[in-house]
């Protein structure tokens, strides 16, 4: 195993970090390496922003949901979708764009851009020893969110980033069975199949938690997300995303 | 600079292959890579289908618009946005979930954490020197990649990966100023300055391409993004999301 794969494997979530601010040049590096990402037909469909004023990443903090990691780490990044840029060239080029801005499929490029960039800029991160985790509870308040960041049209905020000096290790939480995410040759067309693999996967998600508290937490994967699942969240944000002049047609 | 940065910023899409298919252990590497990216709270709404069969492999070829390498690689891996499982999972446990599974929320979700996967899976297959290709045209026809792959509801198929030995090099396209795509504090507001930076990029493409072609080509980014927004592309993709079970409300 390479040492690139094994960075890759050795991922887990950070949410503690030492009180020290990445340089401009750590930061310059994961930027590039984002960027270093493919693109959908050259696009570059993102933008990322980054936050160090301490009331912005306070505030940010709140509106994901109060985690305190979003304020107190060494670099927080917000990664948007973006087409206002493409927007600008519209004018600049004076060629009628905004048809093609509003599709579904643009919207679909950006969102896709923006999260293989984001994932490069993880491991980037990682590799320099330093520790991330995505949050996507910036997505509870993307209304507010995009005041505090003076988002214009055609950009969204999807998920923040903290970056830092991890402060803890964490356990790799067991991923699905590689048969059940890894189908050949077609979608795997037998749900009772699917079925016994979640069953299988729940006993090594459940010995997880029990090793990891003691006995004390038993769910299983499907009886999280059930709960999760059991009421639609977020359900502002199809107004929001079209307010934002993605996904109208 | 370390040996994954160096991965990172190395990139190419590679478009030429030699007739070497993958081996299993590679192919599991690099799901497993793919699995190991974060995913938005556990939820991992992603499924990856392999294809090897010849004559599937050149139907795909032809419906992403008759693109050789599609067809002629080491491995073809097809990223599906998927929260089938998860309506399994409410039959299993008995909750009613397709409130949730239809929201733009879930259908972000699933995209985003695709995407993620993908780029592991991408920066994975490129430590062990395979070169790798996004094939974003399998969405020029879904419904009949669909047919082809046999995708159930709450399943999009959202772009295809060719992996393989590469039989050329290909030049690093340059990539949008760091100052256009990295912002501090908040959203550059000031769209004259984003225009000034769209200008020097222009400069930079047009060089590029001059260099590469010997003068014959000679446009620049903005020029080209103008013609690829001029028309709205892939209009059926809102009807066929929402059929699929997403992004209804």
């Known amino acids: 195993m390479n040492e690139i794969i094994e960075?890759?494997?050795n991922h887990r979530s950070i949410r503690k970090y030492e009180d020290k601010p990445l340089t401009e040049e750590q930061i310059e590096i994961i930027?590039?390496?984002a960027q270093a990402a493919s693109t959908s037909s050259y696009v570059q469909a993102y933008t990322i922003i980054g936050v160090k004023d301490k009331e912005k990443k306070k505030e940010?903090?709140?509106?994901?949901?109060?985690?305190?990691y979003v304020e107190n780490n060494g670099h927080l990044l917000i990664f948007c979708a973006d087409l206002h840029r493409h927007e600008l060239i519209g004018e600049m080029e004076n060629t009628e764009v905004s048809q093609s801005l509003d599709t579904t499929e643009s919207f679909m490029i950006a969102v896709i851009d923006a999260a293989l960039a984001a994932q490069n800029a993880a491991l980037a991160?990682?590799?320099m020893g330093l520790g991330i985790c995505y949050i996507g509870g910036l997505r509870n308040n993307l209304v507010e969110v995009s005041e505090v960041l003076r988002i214009p049209k055609h950009v969204i905020p999807l998920f923040a980033m903290t970056i830092g000096y991890p402060l803890h290790t964490s356990d790799k939480k067991p991923r699905l069975p590689f048969k059940h995410i890894y189908h050949e040759e077609e979608y795997q067309p037998d749900s009772s199949i699917l079925k016994e693999q979640l069953e299988d996967?729940?006993?090594t998600v459940q010995q997880y938690y029990e090793e990891r508290t003691n006995g004390k937490r038993q769910d299983t994967w499907t009886s999280q997300m059930a709960e999760r699942f059991s009421e639609p969240r977020r359900i502002y944000m199809k107004?929001?995303?079209q307010k934002q002049g993605f996904d109208k047609k």
């Open 125 to 127: 991160a990682e590799s």
């Open 31 to 33: 930027v590039k390496s």
């Open 7 to 9: 960075t890759i494997l």
């Open 201 to 203: 996967y729940n006993e």
């Open 239 to 241: 107004e929001y995303v």
């Open 60 to 68: 940010l903090a709140r509106l994901a949901g109060d985690q305190t």
